[in-house]
């Protein structure tokens, strides 16, 4: 017969949906008890979401057969979700300690986004402001390597998730916190708890802003995020090619349907600067960018050009606009950064939600039926419902 301390040890086998850590580590496990080849375990979770609770059932109920333990009683007890009325129109606001969210999309991957992200995230933490950066490409996360702090062990307090700290911003990242490759097979409902539970479930300090760093496309993961925060803006990182370009007017498209106020575009790999003689010269095109700017009535934030400095810095973990200042790259994040500031500062205290808040209960997308059961209209993992 298994002994608490054989389920115990079992359970730690079980993973929080979307989190690295067990049940047990977590601390979220408050009672087992045992009798003839029968177990009740009880457990206390920190989501609402029911998709977390059957996740949860189904994994224990799984490991404790395989342990040989056929009778199985599982107790869920979490927080009640919160109450939302069928034609809430009021905005949600699920960090309200951060003072604005800028959401760094891309047309697609490749572009430069995450090294745009932090250059600028550390180019504001130079000038004064307190920053984080959440990266939710859970994709790609190589946040965490640019940062210089990959393979680090997340401190938790209590049920929440500390961030880290590198060159004056506070960063958590999908990487840090979940098992490589396991986002691939997400869809719908389980990116959108991911993406919530990184606002939500991590202990962000008061922050002026929170760069977000998102998957390349327009998918879930922007659509959960507008709607859990009231993004401040968005801007969007491109190449100066073409056909860079027509994805990009996609992800500036998607600002527009979500009610997002577009901060600008970093035009990057924009032209090349020699290592050897500085002289900068064309490669992928330079300053296509303005034409789009014009078209979406923004700006264009900055043209960051190739430089070695700026991907050795990513590589490194030492990002260029603090390590080589002088470089003409770090002066360009500089003075792009400057610009988003300005922007942010116009139009931070009109940020709202309000317009983009789902209709359907709490946990369940507007977008995605994939929690009630039903198939979703657009399994690819984008948004299917026209925003
Ligand atoms: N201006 C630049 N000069 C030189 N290298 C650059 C520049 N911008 C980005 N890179 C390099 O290009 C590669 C891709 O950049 P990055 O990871 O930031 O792209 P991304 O758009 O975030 O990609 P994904 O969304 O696929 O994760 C990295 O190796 C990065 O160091």
Redesign the pocket.
């Known amino acids: 017969m298994a002994t608490v301390a054989d389920i115990k040890e079992e359970l730690k086998k079980v993973l929080y949906p979307g989190f690295q850590k067990s049940i047990i580590d977590f601390g979220f496990v408050k009672d087992v008890q045992v009798g003839d080849n029968s177990a009740l375990i009880l457990v206390d979770i920190t989501s609402s979401a029911p998709e977390v609770e059957e996740q949860l059932k189904k994994d224990i109920t799984v490991v404790l057969s395989n342990a040989g333990v056929s009778n199985i009683e599982i107790k869920i007890t979490k927080p009640e979700a919160p109450k939302q009325q069928s034609n809430s129109v009021s905005g949600q606001n699920i960090a309200p300690q951060i003072k604005n969210f800028v959401m760094v999309s891309?047309g697609k991957?490749?572009?430069?986004?995450?090294?745009?992200t932090v250059n600028l995230a550390v180019a504001a933490a130079m000038q004064g402001k307190r920053v984080g950066i959440l990266d939710a490409?859970i994709y790609?996360p190589?946040i965490p390597r640019m940062m210089g702090i990959n393979g680090k062990e997340v401190e938790i307090v209590g049920n929440k998730a500390k961030p880290f700290s590198a060159y004056g911003v506070d960063v958590m990242s999908m990487g840090s916190l979940m098992e490589e490759g396991q986002a691939l097979i997400w869809r719908g409902a389980m990116i959108m708890k991911a993406v919530q539970q990184l606002l939500r479930d991590i202990l962000w300090e008061e922050l002026d802003i929170l760069f977000i760093d998102m998957p390349?496309g327009t998918g879930d993961a922007q659509l959960t995020i507008a709607q859990s925060v009231p993004v401040t803006c968005g801007i969007n990182?491109t190449t100066p090619q073409h056909v860079a370009l027509d994805d990009s007017r996609r992800s500036l498209d998607m600002f527009k349907k979500l009610h997002i106020p577009i901060g600008g575009i970093v035009e990057?790999?924009s032209g090349f600067i020699c290592p050897k003689c500085g002289e900068e010269s064309d490669i992928f095109g330079m300053g296509t960018c303005d034409a789009l700017a014009e078209q979406y009535d923004t700006q264009v934030l900055g043209n960051?050009?190739?430089?070695?400095a700026?991907?050795e810095g990513?590589?490194s973990g030492k990002p260029v606009v603090y390590c080589n200042p002088e470089s003409e790259?770090a002066k360009r994040y500089m003075q792009s950064a400057n610009k988003l500031i300005e922007f942010i500062d116009k139009v931070s205290a009109s940020a709202s939600n309000a317009e983009i808040q789902p209709t359907t209960p709490p946990g369940v997308s507007a977008c995605s039926t994939a929690a009630s059961g039903q198939k979703s209209s657009n399994d690819s993992g984008s948004c299917g419902c026209g925003h």
């Open positions: 891309s991957g490749g572009v430069g986004k995450s090294t745009t490409d790609g190589n390349p990182v990057n790999m960051l050009p190739i430089e070695p700026i991907r990513g590589d790259s």
